[in-house]
């Protein structure tokens, strides 16, 4: 049974860009979240969704920042317009139930 | 509001020693409180989960106590070693909300040979 997958591993974008990153489940996880970690700071949740549904988007900026887990297909956290202040490592984590399994991560560099 | 708090933010020690990692958390409505490992530049590696009933776990030279009354949870490590140098950090999933986890800041361990 495959881990989480995520990709890209590394993202470059210059400033103003889409980034587009992407999350695999673990094989019969319905429940998929994404979490970001500026440096120097701990992990802070950003959204929890299930298949076609957002369940939990509390900690997703209001601007620029979106997510969807389509009924097929990996999930994608989508940032426009990105700025500096958006680089950083984003993880994915997938769960049947209450224990979550977490991603490589994505690491975003904005220049 | 869920807070998770780790101390010491970061320790040094030789080869060898024991040593305890300690999480505090604000809530007690937990479902459960996971330990994890992060290596530098890496992701999460899940070590220790405790069950909100449960008093600890243990994984080979790990073990992992959870006292909600308190809201504390502590990670011990016998016989460290060098290897183990990484960030270690705890997680909080709370009751009445959505599944979400709460980071501590976590705590640098280095072990010196």
């Known amino acids: 049974n495959a881990g989480v997958m995520q990709n890209p591993r590394h993202l470059v974008r210059r400033r103003g860009q889409e980034a587009r990153l992407r999350c695999s489940p673990m094989?019969?996880?319905?429940?998929v979240y994404w979490y970001r970690q500026l440096p120097e700071e701990g992990l802070k949740f950003m959204v929890y969704?299930?298949?076609?549904?957002?369940?939990?988007e509390s900690g997703m900026p209001k601007e620029r920042f979106s997510a969807e887990f389509p009924k097929e297909g990996p999930s994608i956290l989508r940032i426009q317009q990105v700025v500096r202040g958006d680089s950083a490592a984003y993880f994915c984590?997938?769960?049947?139930?209450?224990?979550?399994?977490f991603g490589p991560g994505t690491r975003l560099t904005v220049t | 509001k869920q807070e998770v708090t780790q101390i010491p933010a970061a320790l040094s020690v030789p080869e060898g020693e024991n040593l305890v990692l300690n999480c505090s958390f604000t809530d007690s409505a937990i479902y459960n409180l996971q330990w994890f490992r992060q290596d530098p530049g890496k992701g999460l590696t899940s070590l220790l989960l405790i069950q909100s009933s449960q008093r600890e776990q243990t994984s080979g030279r790990l073990n992992a106590s959870l006292d909600k009354s308190s809201g504390r949870s502590t990670l011990y490590i016998a016989a460290s070693q060098p290897g183990d140098s990484a960030t270690y950090l705890c997680a909080a999933l709370t009751q009445g909300g959505s599944e979400k986890l709460v980071f501590g800041k976590g705590t640098k361990l280095t072990v010196n040979p």
């Open positions: 969704l299930q298949k076609e549904n957002i369940i939990d």
């Open positions: 984590a997938s769960s049947p139930q209450y224990e979550q399994y």
């Open positions: 094989k019969g996880h319905s429940h």
